[in-house]
């Protein structure tokens, strides 16, 4: 199983952006597709992106596209999520975590585990 620590996120105004790391422990993630989602109270995880495990094949929602990246670095055992322009509607905690099963365009929640804890990012405008 893996720990997954995600670290980054803020309070940052309309139009900025932020870094934010996702970093595995307990075992190495080079060989596994890593999910970001986002999540506001009261609703569910919203599917963000997804990035293979070569970092070569990336999938992203459509309303980030454009704006954010999915990185990884397997020898940090990390991935990290660029988010630029962002909006007020970006607001929420976000979470990154392991594709568990399912084709790795599966972007639904439940096919994924080993979450972490989330870091909280907030768009004021």
């Known amino acids: 199983q893996v720990q997954l620590v995600e670290s980054g996120g803020g309070l940052v105004q309309v139009g900025g952006s932020l870094r934010l790391s996702c970093l595995a422990s307990?075992?190495?993630?080079?060989?596994?597709?890593m999910g970001w989602f986002r999540q506001v109270p009261g609703e569910g995880r919203e599917f963000v992106g997804v990035i293979n495990w070569s970092g070569d094949r990336i999938l992203y929602a459509d309303d980030v596209r454009g704006r954010f990246t999915i990185s990884r670095d397997n020898d940090k055992n990390s991935v990290y999520l660029q988010m630029n322009n962002l909006k007020p509607e970006d607001t929420a905690v976000y979470f990154c975590?392991?594709?568990?099963?399912?084709?790795?365009?599966?972007?639904?929640?439940?096919?994924?585990?080993?979450w972490g804890q989330g870091t909280d990012v907030t768009v004021s405008s």
């Open positions: 975590a392991v594709k568990k099963y399912g084709y790795w365009t599966d972007n639904t929640p439940s096919t994924y585990g080993d």
């Open positions: 307990g075992s190495s993630i080079k060989a596994l597709v």
